[in-house]
């Protein structure tokens, strides 16, 4: 109990404490500060990746801001049984950047939303047991899934350096170089700045980097210009297609996503001094799901837990939900302003690529921490290696399921769906290893 009180008068503002306006809108742009590179960056990846055209990316990266900014709200505030109350930053997950380049690359858009609002519900299921859940994501699932998020983005990643897939300059001098200068500012700001440079670290990298190609001429301010000043998002302004075939590869993004705000919940709860309930974490996976169909009606893509900001918590000393409830009336205000989204929208590919690589290798990392964790015995390796493999093979080989019925085609075409289905049977199909007194392996049992 001591320890409890020690802890908790470490904190200028607890939980359930409301600072001045002043203090609610400078932490909550701090938070919005370490927050917005990753908010921005997945409808940056989607777009580039299918190719939208200046209209339709800027409107994508609008929604995005804004539905960040309505799930934060939800999330933190609580609206009768949806939302945990505590404070927590909202925003699209990489996890879904490959099922949505797969469902786009089909359906377009309109495919993309009808899969995000089917597949959230999904996570409303899943809020109803988190208990039972868990045990179906043991750390060698979920450090294998992670692990292949970040492996099978990396070459998207490689093309944005090298100026996009299809540039005349591919690969060229220049545009390599920014991308490396950008990544090398990246890491050091990452490494050596103090906690709010280091926690912004890719977002400084892309504005650094953004300066940088101006006076290069690598930089067109035409859709900024022909952007309007204020625009009022449409519901479902691309259209919407809700087919069972497109919601298939988002289902195993949703089961990993819903892992990862439980682990995310249960930081914030710590580091906040409170308790950890299954009824909180329940309705913050629950607030999760209705911020992914909002998104999906606003044109962008699932919302979840931002785990970045979860360090900002003991650096600031705040817990205050009102804080965080600030930074998404904040970002609901800049969803309003399409030229805001259009500049970002113009932002230079080998810009992206220098974050980039640092982004998707991270993630990667992450997945070989988590896996660090875990015996790796024989039976552990295999489901390693079989999942990677399968995994990575589709992303780099597509062709190599292009017999497939057009259903299963559509489950498997991402790498990410495909080794978390080898994973999730692998773990139940193969057996346990039993280690006799001796340290030698007896009969597998189950």
């Known amino acids: ?80 049984p949806v939302g945990a109350k505590i404070p927590c930053i909202m925003g699209t997950d990489f996890t879904f950047v490959a099922p949505a380049i797969a469902v786009g690359a089909v359906g377009g858009l309109p495919a993309i939303v009808g899969a995000t609002i089917l ?27 992670v692990c292949l998020i970040g492996l099978t983005l990396l070459p998207v990643s490689v093309d944005w350096a090298a100026g996009g897939v299809g540039a005349a300059d591919y690969g060229s001098l220049i545009n390599v170089s920014i991308a490396m200068l950008v990544m090398i500012i990246t890491l050091l700001l990452n490494r050596y700045g103090n906690a709010m440079i280091s926690s912004a670290s890719i977002l400084i990298g892309m504005v650094i980097g953004y300066i940088i190609c101006i006076p290069l001429g690598m930089v067109d301010f035409t859709l900024v210009k022909e952007a309007s000043w204020f625009s009022i998002p449409r519901l479902f302004e691309y259209g919407v297609s809700f087919d069972l075939k497109y919601v298939l590869p988002f289902i195993p993004a949703y089961f990993v996503t819903t892992i990862e705000t439980v682990g995310c919940l249960a930081s914030i709860c710590e580091v906040s001094k409170i308790k950890v309930e299954d009824k909180t974490v329940g ?20 919302n979840t837990t931002f785990s970045q900001n979860v360090g900002l918590i003991p650096l600031t000393r705040n817990a205050s939900r009102a804080v965080a409830m600030m930074a998404g009336i904040l970002l609901i205000g800049l969803g309003f302003f399409p030229k805001f989204a259009a ?104």
């Not at 911020?291 to 009606?297: E, K, L, T």
């Open 1 to 80: 109990m001591n320890n409890e009180k020690s802890y908790s008068s470490e904190l200028l503002y607890g939980v359930n404490d409301t600072p001045s306006i002043g203090t609610q809108i400078l932490l909550g742009l701090q938070n919005i500060f370490a927050a917005f590179g990753g908010i921005i960056a997945v409808p940056l990846v989607i777009s580039s990746a299918l190719g939208f055209d200046g209209a339709a990316s800027t409107a994508v990266l609008s929604a995005s801001i804004l539905a960040a900014g309505i799930a934060t709200v939800i999330q933190s505030k609580g609206v009768g």
């Open 343 to 446: 500049l970002i929208n113009i932002m230079p590919q080998p810009v992206l690529g220098g974050v980039g690589i640092v982004m998707f290798g991270t993630i990667a990392a992450a997945g070989i921490k988590t896996l660090s964790t875990v015996e790796i015995n024989n039976r552990n390796l295999l489901i390693i290696a079989t999942s990677i493999g399968l995994g990575l093979g589709v992303t780099f080989r597509p062709e190599f399921i292009s017999k497939l019925p057009e259903a299963l085609k559509m489950i498997f075409s991402s790498g990410i769906s495909t080794g978390t289905i080898v994973a999730l049977i692998l773990n139940k199909v193969l057996k346990e290893e039993k280690i006799n007194e001796r340290g030698i392996e007896n009969e597998h049992v189950m």
């Open 283 to 302: 309705k913050g996976v629950l607030a999760d799901a209705v911020g992914s169909s909002i998104a999906g009606a606003v044109g962008a893509f699932p």
């Open 119 to 145: 597949g959230s519900l999904v996570e409303v299921i899943l809020s109803y047991f988190i208990k039972p859940l868990m045990k179906l994501f043991p750390p060698l699932v979920t450090g294998t899934v």
